[in-house]
């Protein structure tokens, strides 16, 4: 039996380079200062959450597969550690998991992250409107495309490389639709109910209700809303 954690996860600024604070400063506009503020304070307590339901999993030597980790071995290590050093909550909390006798397992293709990096990078870097709006469209005209190709690669990855007996934990962005691609073998406890994650994120950039954009907090940081099913993917395929 093949089991796996499915985390579908916050991005921090530290989590995302060079361009976390240019993307932090064009999100604080549109959100509006205090509920951005709101916001980057669930995050930490998001993770802080998360952090402690993975504390009691104890010491089961997980598969680790991360959200932006192209490589295994040494190098991936030191990724992972760069990543905690700068701050990543998402890569301490791997990192301890790895010196519990855990195992990280490249995750992604390198050349679908490093053109979706670009797209990024120009978007936050461009200075005049035009130069913002031509990037903007050229992101958006490849994005849906490309997180798809990230998602199969990621799923193909799993399915492969995930062997009988071996229990994972996948940290993944909201946003990302790995799960109905998974074999149906594997076993999988969503940490927290992706649609959720994805109404707070929506809820957040649209601010039509603010007890819902509360309600939605406050699930992302309660302790008691971790799920504990394990379900397989039932699509035919």
């Known amino acids: 039996?093949?089991?796996?954690?499915?985390?579908?996860?916050?991005?921090?600024?530290?989590?995302l380079g060079s361009v976390g604070a240019g993307i932090n400063r064009v999100s604080s506009v549109i959100c509006g200062e205090e509920r951005w503020n709101r916001h980057k304070q669930t995050v930490s307590d998001f993770w802080n959450s998360i952090a402690d339901y993975v504390d009691l999993l104890g010491d089961i030597n997980l598969k680790i597969y991360q959200d932006g980790l192209m490589a295994d071995g040494e190098l991936g290590l030191k990724i992972i550690e760069e990543g905690a050093k700068g701050g990543s909550k998402n890569h301490e909390i791997v990192l301890k998991l790895i010196k519990k006798g855990g195992e990280i397992r490249k995750t992604e293709d390198p050349s679908l992250l490093k053109e979706e990096y670009g797209h990024i990078l120009k978007l936050s870097q461009s200075k005049s409107f035009l130069e913002k709006g031509l990037a903007y469209l050229q992101y958006?005209?490849?994005?849906?495309?490309?997180m798809e190709e990230r998602d199969k690669f990621i799923a193909r990855n799993i399915n492969e490389t995930l062997q009988d007996g071996e229990t994972a934990i996948l940290f993944i962005g909201a946003y990302h639709n790995v799960f109905p691609r998974l074999s149906k073998d594997?076993?999988?406890?969503?940490?927290?109910?992706?649609?959720?994650?994805?109404?707070?994120?929506?809820?957040?950039?649209?601010?039509?209700?603010?007890?819902?954009?509360?309600?939605l907090a406050q699930y992302l940081i309660s302790p008691e809303s971790f799920k504990e099913s394990w379900v397989t993917n039932n699509k035919p395929g």
């Open 140 to 146: 958006k005209m490849r994005k849906t495309r490309l």
């Open 186 to 215: 594997i076993l999988v406890k969503e940490v927290k109910e992706q649609d959720k994650v994805k109404a707070y994120f929506d809820e957040l950039i649209q601010g039509k209700d603010k007890n819902e954009f509360e309600k």
């Open 1 to 15: 039996m093949k089991k796996l954690y499915y985390v579908p996860i916050i991005h921090t600024e530290p989590d």
